[in-house]
């Protein structure tokens, strides 16, 4: 088994605001054995030198879909899979190198892809996939034509990016099917939202019984429900109704912040993907009607971030991004400043982000016995949050799983 020793390193644990200085850390295996206060020297281990240097957990992005991409002379209704699984694999080594080693994928993403990262056939983030995210005939997600009138997408290229379901038996199957095909968890669309058309942003998406049979489901598998909601008062009652994460929750209150904070809900905004489809959604075949959605989201998405910091919610970190879009993943950072703290950032995008994995203490954490995730960075990154960017140049090694993945 190897053994790796890094001294004299100054450590960001994903927990605490406070940075443990001139530390040393040995790595067995995939897993942190031992973290000290002094130099250790062991024979035969690999030992680095970690002096004016910082140490923290890999970055996890929670809302990611490295399937959604582009491919010159394609779109997403006629690239086959055999294509786009190429195109996900340069996404996913691109996420790696700017310091992600774990996404939660929000559809698209399936077995054979994680699989691929896993086994080493692709070098990218490890993925905790959804599926097929589910929604309601119209709703969003829901790409097919005006003109085409059947019933299923059994037919397109892009049948594995979403399933249409209609009523709470449909629901159960579709959850019990993409579980059967190894979901970690389940993705459902209970707002309309920017990139389909049909489906204005205020929809209100499937019944209280359908939203229900879907998180009894994920319920029977020890999993959860994560929901596309941008509406106060359809986030209100997915909560209620016991979904764990509210994805994007741009236009999420005060009050109902209070109520997903007692519950325990996770709040993953997405607020890159915003200023990015700005710039690019034509090249993604945006129209006049999407870009109109983009402006009512973009308006309110930093408010609902204050109002959940406010309600004491977990907030998770996620950017919702498309194909080459995914270069400006670190600009996350840089527009939540305006409300968070680095610390706060930082915290989101590695142990809270564990925890809505539940992975705790084992993921986005330096500790004793977590998996060696592990990022070595020339600046503090809570002094500074400009070292994450788009070709991770401050970074100077990546570990996953106790092996250096990236060097510098």
């Known amino acids: 088994m190897s053994l790796v020793v890094i001294n004299d390193v100054n450590i960001f644990d994903g ?54 991409v582009a491919v010159p002379g394609y779109d997403l209704k006629t690239m086959p899979p055999s294509l786009l699984y190429p195109a996900a694999s340069k996404l996913l080594e691109a ?61 397109s290229h892009q049948a594995h990016m ?22 970690h968890q389940i993705k459902i669309m209970l707002n309309g939202g920017v990139s389909s058309e049909g489906d204005p942003v205020w929809l209100c998406q499937f019944t209280d019984g359908e939203i229900k049979a879907a998180v009894e489901e994920a319920a029977r598998r020890r999993s959860y429900v994560m929901a596309h909601l941008y509406v106060d008062e359809q986030i209100r009652k997915a909560v209620d109704l016991g979904i764990r994460t509210v994805e994007h929750g741009n236009f999420l209150t005060l009050e109902t912040a209070k109520v997903m904070a007692e519950k325990d809900v996770f709040l993953v905004p997405t607020l890159a993907t915003y200023q990015a489809l700005k ?89 004793e016995g977590a998996i060696a995730d592990i990022l070595l960075i020339d600046k503090n990154p809570l002094d500074d949050l400009s070292v994450f960017d788009s070709e991770g140049s401050h970074i100077a090694c990546i570990m996953k799983e106790g092996k250096v993945v990236v060097i510098f």
């Open 279 to 367: 710039n690019q959604g034509k090249s993604f075949g945006f129209k006049a009607e999407n870009f109109q959605k983009l402006e009512e989201v973009m308006e309110a998405g930093l408010q609902s971030l204050k109002n959940a910091s406010e309600a004491g919610v977990k907030i998770g970190f996620g950017t919702d991004l498309l194909g080459d879009m995914h270069r400006y993943q670190c600009d996350e950072f840089r527009i939540r400043s305006e409300v968070q703290s680095p610390f706060e950032i930082l915290k989101s995008a590695t142990s809270i982000n564990a925890e809505i994995l539940g992975k705790s203490g084992e993921l986005g954490v330096i500790t």
């Open 15 to 68: 927990v605490s605001p406070d940075l443990k200085e001139n530390h040393s850390v040995v790595i067995e295996g995939r897993r942190i054995k031992e973290i000290s206060h002094r130099e250790i020297k062991i024979p035969g281990a690999t030992t680095l030198s970690g002096k004016g240097k910082f140490l923290m957990p890999g970055l996890i992005d929670a809302h990611y879909h490295a399937c959604l």
């Open 95 to 155: 996420s790696l190198r700017r310091g992600f080693t774990t996404v939660r994928d929000a559809g698209g993403a399936d077995f054979g892809l994680a699989e691929a990262v896993k086994s080493g056939l692709i070098s990218g983030p490890t993925i905790y996939f959804s599926g097929r995210p589910l929604t309601q005939t119209g709703g969003h997600g829901e790409f097919r034509s005006k003109v085409f009138e059947e019933p299923c997408l059994c037919s």
């Open 162 to 183: 979403v399933v249409v379901v209609d009523g709470e038996d449909a629901v159960r199957k579709a959850v019990r099917e993409e579980f059967r095909k190894g979901a």
